[in-house]
């Protein structure tokens, strides 16, 4: 009984505007003082952020233990994967880290911090969730820049290796070398080194430029036209309720009916 | 009374078309004076700027007075945006401006002059309007593109601040530098140096890149569908008001009508 | 009446299928030399290739004058621009050149015998029809992208020439920079040196980028939707025909005064 | 008897799930086998690899006689164009390659082996005809492409071979220095060395910028529209299926014959 009504307690603290509010401060406060620290900054400083470091992370852990404990059902809490999400960087901050080694990785778990900011606000989850959404139908033209690559790739290193190592050594660094290429970043300065060896390997660049291009441009255009599609489709749908579903080919019967009337009387 | 006549007068003046090209005729002057004064200029010519800048001026002045006595009722003056912004560059050009510092903001200012071409030009001040809406829609995804950008800029200056602090001192800097990496200029230059500390540290770049072409793409397939959509309903509206908004329902609910009539008969 | 009996000549000449395809090739061919005078060629070839010149503008005079002849009513002819732009580049070719000076002139005119190409395939012709309709729209988005270049290059050449008078020493120096900025060539290098002076002066690059982009996007979303509204407009006309031009309000109109003869009977 | 048992053998095979699963996994393993091949590799691994690879051929051929012979009408085999591609594929790797120049060839040719990733995956054969499908109607915008690039750079071979014949000095050479102007790949390095010589080729610079990329993006518009109206004209075929085809015309001739038969009686 004890329990349940602590339960309640955290369920209306849970969706108290000031506690929403708060949170919301802290994890913004929690993000610049990420920023802070890349600056150089006074001993006294570096101890003060020390301290609230702990603070945050403090409140982070009470915030978190608060929505677990409100929610009725256990088991929804790890339904959403932005609660596992807010759980992980929570708990990881706690792991105690010392040695300069491990100083960098706990430095880096506190910037993933930022992202509860995304978690927080529910239009950009809301934003995230649709642009999750986009990927599976990008899946195959994905695939398809992938064997591009790979191809060229091993093209580029079987014959450009012993030109410039550096560049196309083997098929990982091949496969970075082309993606310099596809943004044509000093494109031309890989292509004339080739060129001076293999005249023609002009051809090799410009079809990839070409496919690449060719490629993101169908991605891109997909894109557009699916989710112009969706929204078109959700449109005439909205226009059905508000026409009551009523087609053409119901009208059609109707006045076949009002035909027979007639003729009988 | 006397006044009233002047405030009529001024009116009519306001909309005189031969009025208005003239204060058109003085702003492009204006503006080529603007350009001219970057070149080397002879001495007379230097003087004759100087007089040309206080009878523009001047022009501008009464121009601004005109359209503000010509206003019947004075509040609705200081309603629209653009006599804020006309009023403010005109008074602003008024406070006389001695010493070199001085001289190069007093001739910013007068740069800012030629922003008169916009809000002298319905149409631009139109298209000015109608960029200033598509603003808002854009609100998340540039906050989502500034949280990615501030965890990069985080991660960035963690790791990289130590093998070269002009790209990567502190999170500022990072972010300045992550900008030039998105924009493609000279990134593998960026990414081949941090790579021969990290070499993992490609994925870093591909991961960011990958991510922001992600969220500018979504951003302006955004800006297209939500166009397009309020291109389509303003043409439904159209064809509705065109075809006096009778419905398929209303046909059907008319034919019912006709069957009873025909029935009780 | 032996004159008419040319024309009529001449207008089937005109129209022949045998004679087009030889133009076509004769245009053609006179593109291959202008591409092989690019090579470092035989005395012998040269000479060739000055009466091969010679032959190519006596059959585009006797093609043109074939045309003109065969049009019916004269002043047809000059109606359309192709016809006048055919003309000029046969009569400018007939200019006897000597001299070093004029012999690059008479070499630049024979490329643009190569514009042929275009007004002999009526596909091409439509193409460039089509996109010259689409010019007038981008009017006032051109001169905002304008406005914003002048007055950020009256900003740039007022604060930065000092600094590197070959980038920013004059208002069209300064556009010409700008436009290497708006095409992220190298402007990171033009960004850093003016940031040594002024740390600030990277807000100047970043808002004319995100100015430059956002207009840029603007348009090319603008002609999209506009081109897909035409597009919407011609399917729905097409349909219109096809259906009759019957609305729901005929139908409407039909059932009321079907209503009225039974409420009569 | 024997010979379509066997074939009727072979058919049941060649659908056989596991048969199929077994081919795309030898493909993924030659995949992999092209990209480990670019590495350096201890002698014992480079035998082993040239025995997987004569593995890998039987297999493939083992692979392609299966599905030949499962073919009942043989001629439909070499219908498809994927059929052919993948036999020649196998039977190029058949045929025995020695020396150090012919070692390249053979090497290249078991790279296009990871095409088969793209015959045996129906999705991206898919995706493949798709893009086919697009490439007619790019036709005219790229005839149109390639003649500007050839008029411009016979114009650019003409008067700027003297300033860098690297650049510039014949056709060929100046259309693949006016792509790489056209990625704005240091285009500006390009402009500034020929703008000491002639001050205005900012002029054929700029305006071929404007040229290509207005020509590009009408290619991409024109994409996006024919896309989408194709897209629209499924959807509005689908909608006349699900209403039963009948139209407002329909309708209107029902009543009229309505309207007679109650005048009649």
């Keep these: 009984m004890n329990k349940t009504s602590l339960q309640l307690h955290f369920e209306s603290l849970r969706s108290n505007r000031i506690f929403e509010l708060f949170v919301v401060m802290v994890i913004i406060f929690s993000a610049l003082m990420v920023g802070a620290k890349t600056y150089n ?3 006294e400083a570096l101890i003060a952020v020390k301290w609230l470091d702990v603070l945050i992370t403090v409140i982070f852990l009470f915030e978190i233990t608060v929505r677990f404990i409100g929610e009725e059902v256990k088991r929804n809490f790890f339904k959403s994967g932005w609660n596992i999400f807010d759980s992980l960087v ?5 792991v105690p880290i010392e040695g300069s080694e ?11 911090r930022v992202l509860r ?8 989850r809301l934003l995230i969730n649709s642009l999750m959404k986009a990927l599976p139908q990008l899946g195959y033209v994905v695939l398809l820049m992938f064997i591009i690559f790979y191809i060229y790739a091993a093209i580029g290193s079987t014959i450009f290796a012993a030109i410039n190592p550096i560049l196309w050594g083997d098929i990982s660094i091949s496969m970075l070398t082309l993606f310099r290429v ?7 300065d890989v292509m004339y080194e080739t060129m001076e060896v293999h005249p023609l390997s002009w051809l090799y660049f410009l079809s990839f430029i070409f ?18 599609e969706e929204e078109h489709t959700r449109e005439r749908e909205e226009r059905d309720a508000r026409e009551g579903k009523i087609t053409i080919e119901d009208l059609h019967q109707q006045i076949r009916e009002l035909k027979a009337l007639i003729q009988k009387s």
């Design 102 to 112: 491990m100083a960098l990785v706990g430095r880096l778990i506190r910037i993933f």
């Design 41 to 43: 900054m006074p001993k």
């Design 211 to 228: 496919l690449t291009t060719f490629a993101f441009l169908n991605m891109v255009i997909g894109i557009i036209v699916s989710v112009m």
């Design 117 to 124: 900011m995304i978690s927080i606000i529910p239009e950009l």
């Design 182 to 188: 596809m943004t044509f970043e000093d494109w031309t």
């Design 90 to 94: 929570v708990i990881v901050s706690l």
